[in-house]
């Protein structure tokens, strides 16, 4: 296929509501964090911005000098055209377009972790919390492979080069020795803002709570948080 635009309307979930949906879930699950920073000269980078769902939700607020990357020339371009930004790098490894990058209070990586060989993951967090401003933060999301559902995002996709879950995701950023004062996991929750979304919720509270007891009936270890999607929240030093 010619590029990710292409590749995301070829998915089975797409619809001319995704867009609002994705939106959505953007403003329910990063609006805490940009709130506590909310002024029209904060310093954010997005890499991977598919759409632009997360960019127009920064334009929405008032941000207009958001820095992207991306592989795909088609997909800076699309979000060049639409939204307002602050420049666009188009790149693959961090490590060769440092030199472009700036320092940032907010730096978002939604669905770009599990693309990324293991050998270049450290690297990777290295580079980021490097330009990170102090009081910054940098969210990274993946799909949650403590949720057996979720095996679908994990190989349904032949670019996905590893899975995680919150336990893996710590040991990730003290695999890559950052400095930081905290990290967070917090889940990738659907937001109720209708009604459809509501009876999810519940269903989806019910589904993990059976799901909790049979791990807990087998044994071992196992992670509490079985949302599809979680987040990997790290904080700058001066947390």
Do not use: W
């Amino acid at each position: 296929m010619a590029n990710y635009l292409d590749y995301y309307e070829l998915n089975p979930n797409f619809s001319k509501k995704t867009f609002s949906r994705k939106y959505g879930y953007v403003k329910y699950n990063f609006g805490s964090f940009l709130r506590k920073k909310r002024r029209s000269d904060i310093k954010i980078l997005e890499i991977g911005p598919g759409r632009g769902e997360a960019i127009k939700y920064f334009n929405d607020l008032g941000i207009l000098n958001a820095d992207v990357i991306d592989n795909d020339a088609e997909v800076l371009k699309h979000i060049e055209s639409n939204f307002k930004i602050g420049k666009c790098i188009l790149g693959v490894n961090l490590l060769a377009i440092e030199e472009k990058l700036n320092r940032y209070d907010f730096i978002l990586a939604t669905h770009i972790l599990e693309h990324i060989p293991i050998s270049e993951q450290k690297e990777f967090l290295q580079i980021l919390f490097s330009h990170l401003n102090q009081d910054g933060i940098i969210l990274i999301t993946v799909p949650n492979m403590a949720n057996p559902f979720t095996l679908f995002e994990r190989y349904g996709d032949i670019t996905h080069v590893t899975g995680f879950t919150d336990l893996s995701l710590k040991q990730l950023v003290k695999y890559a020795e950052i400095s930081t004062h905290q990290i967070e996991i917090r889940k990738f929750r659907i937001p109720p803002d209708n009604l459809t979304n509501v009876i999810r919720i519940l269903i989806q509270s019910f589904f993990h709570a059976i799901l909790l007891l049979m791990y807990m009936m087998n044994g071992g270890s196992y992670s509490k948080n079985l949302t599809p999607g979680i987040t990997l929240a790290i904080y700058g030093k001066s947390r």
